[in-house]
């Protein structure tokens, strides 16, 4: 599945990946379970048992799709675009096997127009994988971790240690407070409040944390909800204003 995106802070979604593993706080009201829950009612053959119900909610089973398929849709693209990768899965997860991971990195390899931008809770998958040489580090690929709570914040060294263009964090759904955190080597900060039902609250001293930590390390700081079960209405505004800072990509080198 590929197409455009309503998500803030990019512009499309492309899934070669679909289905996933619950992994960590984060994932408890994951919106891709509820997403492929409906999608698999409509017997999308991409999400055919990915996901169960249990206590009346969906819930993955770790099934996963490699969709050969939509491959090759950012080239049918011409106009550039931020591409958000398996925003329905992760790339990196445990069953994607290293020459399928190869041949989306063809692809973008071959989209020079496009911005990729692929997020993980496995970080370490990914670091160990991307060390392979054959895995060129491409200046359209930006690579980023989600962390949301002080106990997941150990992804960031493992993303660090990961060679790329420009490395991200999504603080999405922040849950609590991420403490202090090392942001040597990361360029962007992404910070969100979980959405939908049973979302929980998030606190705006946890936001002011990151935000600090943001201005004094020098990394770019996009806000991008306050969630809740109406997030249109709970809007994105931070300090009475919207932020939506990017990193400067053309002062970033491969590294």
């Known amino acids: 599945m590929a197409g455009e995106s309503d998500i ?3 512009d499309a979604t492309w899934n070669p990946v679909s289905g996933c593993r619950i992994l960590s706080a984060g994932c408890t009201n994951c919106y891709a379970m509820r997403m492929a829950a409906r999608l ?8 055919r048992g990915v996901v169960r119900r249990s206590g009346g909610r969906p819930k993955w089973t770790g099934r996963i799709h490699l969709n050969d398929g939509v491959l090759s849709a950012p080239m049918k693209w011409r106009k550039p675009r931020r ?8 790339l990196f997860q445990d069953g994607v096997a290293r020459d399928f991971i190869a041949r989306v990195w063809s692809t973008m390899e071959q989209c020079p ?5 692929i997020l993980t809770k496995r970080p370490g998958n990914m670091r160990a994988l991307l060390a392979d040489r054959a895995f060129k580090v491409l200046p359209n690929v930006w690579l980023g971790t989600s962390v ?6 150990r992804r960031i060294a493992h993303l660090r240690e990961t060679p790329a263009a420009v490395r991200f964090i999504s603080f999405e759904p922040l849950v609590a407070d991420v403490g202090r955190i090392n942001l040597h080597d990361i360029h962007w900060a992404i910070v969100g409040g979980e959405s939908g039902p049973g979302a929980r609250l998030m606190k705006e001293e946890w936001v002011d944390n990151i935000r600090a930590q943001c201005r004094t390390q020098d990394v770019a700081f996009f806000f991008k909800q306050w969630g809740g079960t109406n997030k249109k209405r709970a809007g994105r505004l931070y300090k009475g204003q919207t932020w939506d800072e990017y990193p400067d990509v053309r002062i970033q080198t491969p590294a």
């Open 40 to 47: 698999q009612a409509m017997d999308h053959p991409s999400y």
């Open 83 to 90: 591409i958000f990768v398996n925003s329905m899965s992760d």
């Open 8 to 10: 803030e802070w990019t």
């Open 113 to 117: 127009q496009h911005t990729f931008q």
């Open 148 to 153: 949301e709570d002080a106990e997941a914040a």
